[in-house]
Structures are given as C-alpha cells and as structure tokens.
C-alpha cells in the first residue's frame, strides 16, 4: 500500500505539470535541495509573529491582489469614458488645399484654399444607454471590491492557519519523538525478557510493530510540520516557487 500511495503521489506531481501518462515512466524525483531540517535551532528560526503592518507589506505586494486592484482601475476609467458620451463635445478642424492644371509645367497657376470650422456636439437623448451603462460598470466594481476584500481576508485568515498549524506541528513532532523512543524501549525490554525466558516471541513482534508504527508517525509529523512551515512562507510571499 505504501508502494501504491508513493507512486500516485509521483503521478499526481506528473499531472500538475500537465506531463502525459504515457511518458511518466521517463520521469525520475529528486528531493535533493528541499530542506526538511526539524532540528531545534531550525524550528525556532520560523517566525510565526504575524502582525497587522507585516500582513498589510505582503498583501500590497500579492501579484493576485495587484492584478484585482488594477482592474478596479480599469473598470473607473472604463465608466469615464463611457460617461463622456453624455458630455457635449468640441470638435475643431483645418484644411488647406491647392490645384492647378496646365500642359506646360512652368505656367502652371496654383489655387491655394484654407479652411476651419467647430463643431458642438450635445448629446440629447441617447434612449438611456449609456446611463444603463454606466450603472452595470458600477455594480461590476463593486463586486470586484468585494472580491478584492474577501481575498485580502482569506490571506489573514490563510495565515493564521499556518501560523497555527506549525505549532501543532511543532507539538506533534516532540509528542512522536517521545513515542518513538517509548517504543524502542519496549522493544529492547521485550527482546531482554525474550532472552531471560520471561516473555515470549509474540511479545517481542508486537513491540516490533509498535515501534513501526511509531516511526510512521515520527515521518507523518516531519511532513505536516515541514509543509505548515511551507505554507506560511507562501501565505507571506517567503517562498519563492
């Protein structure tokens, strides 16, 4: 099962790179270069101080959070230049022009023309369009406004719940250490009492399987705490992907 569940991680990986099923067998992983250090000085290198002006610097620099408000501009001008069309117009305009005909090239007689001219535009009634417009355009940013805040919301929220996910981490990790070391005792008893004669085989394999089962955990706990960490560097623009 384990061999099952590592090979469809590899495939799910393949697939996120939009790699065909058919060539996944050319592929190969490496984690060389992926630091999963859970040593003590390492954990207490993190810092899960989340502050308002800390939070405030990530968000402006968000490129998801810069694309939305950028929009936001463009849909403002967009109804200005709509409601422009409601607005009377100017129009200026010059000219000038000349002609002459003639068989002999030298005696040609030119007639030069200059001309100019306004033209005032007022719009009057345009059967509401462009106000139908420009009404549409405003409901158009205020849902993006929405949008924007429920997003800069969910980047809070996304780091507190990093922030929290590490230090449960941080407490599962020293809790399966412990059990670990538990349960390699327990199996250096068993196997001690074994060679006595005070136990038994059976008593010696499930120790053996505890201990098994402790370091799964031990390996569980390394990969919730290492991705947390990962998350909280995402969630502040710390991880460079």
């Known amino acids: ?104 090239l030298t005696a040609i007689h030119i007639n030069n023309g200059l001309n100019a001219g306004l033209t005032l535009s007022i719009p009057l009634f345009d059967r509401m369009q462009n106000r139908l417009a420009i009404e549409e355009q405003e409901v158009d940013i205020e849902t993006q406004r929405i949008t924007l805040e429920q997003d800069v919301q969910q980047i809070r929220s996304d780091a507190a719940k990093a922030v929290n996910n590490i230090r449960a981490s941080e407490e599962a990790l020293d809790a399966s250490e412990s059990g670990l070391t538990s349960a390699n005792e327990s199996l250096r008893l068993a196997e001690e009492r074994l060679r006595v004669g005070a136990g038994t085989q059976v008593d010696v394999i499930i120790a053996e399987a505890a201990v098994q089962t402790a370091r799964t955990n031990r390996v569980n706990a390394k990969y919730n705490y290492v991705l947390a960490q990962r998350q909280l560097a995402y969630t502040l623009g710390q991880w460079k992907y």
């Open 1 to 104: 099962q384990a061999v099952q569940n590592h090979e469809n991680a590899k495939a799910d990986v393949l697939f996120l790179l939009n790699i065909p099923p058919n060539a996944y067998g050319t592929y190969g992983f490496s984690v060389s270069g992926i630091d999963t250090s859970i040593s003590r000085a390492a954990r207490a290198s993190v810092d899960t101080n989340i502050t308002d002006a800390r939070l405030n610097a990530v968000i402006d620099e968000r490129p998801d959070i810069l694309a939305e408000r950028q929009t936001i501009q463009s849909l403002e001008y967009s109804i200005d230049i709509t409601r422009a069309a409601l607005w009377p117009s100017l129009n200026a305009n010059a000219g000038i022009g000349g002609s002459g005909a003639n068989s002999d």
